[in-house]
């Protein structure tokens, strides 16, 4: 099981950014999905979360509105559309998935088994 983030950058406030997660060794269609950050000082929280076989998402509170999780399984990819971002997003992004975890709200919640490499995204003022 491997995930690969990818699609930070550099962005000013108000922008837009869209991060990509390929995976392999398993389908989107059963195991929970997510998104996750870090940032500097901060302990990581989950940000949004999406059960594969049955499409529920979840999203933290701070990004509800302006952010969306998506995927396309002929693709193998699991996407966040980030919109109107803020400095305080400024974090690095890693996706992450348990496969004993169907639920979105309990992986993002708890702790993911397998994680992907982070990708920066920093939001300048």
């Known amino acids: 099981v491997q995930l690969q983030a990818s699609g930070g950058g550099l962005v000013q406030a108000g922008g837009s950014l869209r991060l990509s997660c390929v995976v392999s060794g398993f389908t989107l269609n059963r195991p929970a999905v997510g998104w996750f950050r870090q940032a500097p000082g901060k302990e990581r929280e989950g940000v949004s979360c999406l059960s594969t076989w049955n499409d529920i998402t979840h999203y933290a509170d701070a990004v509800k509105g302006r952010f969306t999780i998506s995927r396309d399984t002929s693709k193998n990819t699991v996407y966040l559309q980030m919109r109107n971002l803020s400095p305080e997003d400024t974090a690095v992004y890693y996706c992450?998935?348990?496969?004993?975890?169907?639920?979105?709200?309990?992986?993002?919640?708890?702790?993911?088994?397998?994680w992907g490499a982070g990708t920066q995204v920093t939001v300048s003022s």
């Open positions: 992450a998935t348990d496969l004993g975890h169907s639920s979105s709200y309990a992986l993002c919640n708890g702790r993911p088994s397998t």
